[in-house]
């Protein structure tokens, strides 16, 4: 998780707004979030039709992003971080990212199987990241694909998506296989993501006792 070890880089940008919204229900901004994820699934899928979508997708991304920082913030200061709290964000979060790498897999950006293994990659780095904890091991962090670097990440390419497309080179040739940039992406994640799941599993294998399994 490369990204995710600097949010305390971004309070500044985070922390005031909290501070103003400190009455709101924690919960809510987590449903705003979640809202704005579709939205973002939405106009990437949409925008290989319309190409300045890809910009307007990638802001509401960003967005997404934000609004997920934004939540754990409030209910912190506010004193009303809980568990359930916690567990219903990591649940919209898997949503979330459900929403906005779909959105570009099932696209005419994307061959639908790579997206399948992106979307795989993804969920699994989460999910060996949680599991950890359920077991009674640490809860595990590491690797290079937490979702701060997805959110940043899936700003990012629809962008440079974009700006290649008015320069009159939407697809990056290697050899005789054409990528889209949103391709570029969605290889990222398929490698890393199901790379990190990996690593994460055996990190949580070595730093369980050796005892009886059940």
């Known amino acids: 998780m490369v990204l995710d070890s600097k949010r305390g880089a971004v309070d500044f940008a985070i922390t005031p707004v909290a ?16 809202i704005t994820a579709f939205v973002a699934g939405l106009l990437m899928f949409l925008s290989p039709v319309y190409n300045w979508l890809l910009l307007v997708g990638a802001m509401v991304v960003l967005f997404s992003g934000y609004l997920d920082a934004l939540d754990g913030k409030v209910a912190k200061l506010a004193g ?64 290079l694909l937490g979702r701060a670097d997805r959110v940043v990440l899936s700003t990012l390419f629809p962008i440079i998506q974009l700006v290649m497309v008015l320069a009159g ?15 570029v992406m969605m290889i990222y994640f398929a490698v890393v993501g199901n790379a990190t799941a990996v690593q994460r599993a055996v990190i949580t294998w070595r730093n369980l006792n050796s005892g009886d399994r059940t």
């Open 80 to 143: 009303k971080a809980s568990d359930k709290g916690d567990y219903l964000d990591h649940v919209f979060d898997r949503y979330a990212d459900v929403f906005m790498i779909g959105g570009v897999a099932v696209s005419a950006w994307c061959n639908p199987y790579l997206g399948m293994l992106a979307l795989v990659g993804v969920l699994l780095t989460s999910y060996m990241g949680t599991q950890a904890q359920a077991i009674g091991a640490p809860r595990l962090y590491a690797g």
């Open 169 to 183: 080179y939407p697809f990056l040739a290697i050899g005789s296989v054409t990528l889209s940039w949103m391709e």
């Open 19 to 34: 501070e103003r919204l400190i009455g709101v229900n924690p919960n809510m901004i987590s449903w705003a979030g979640l």
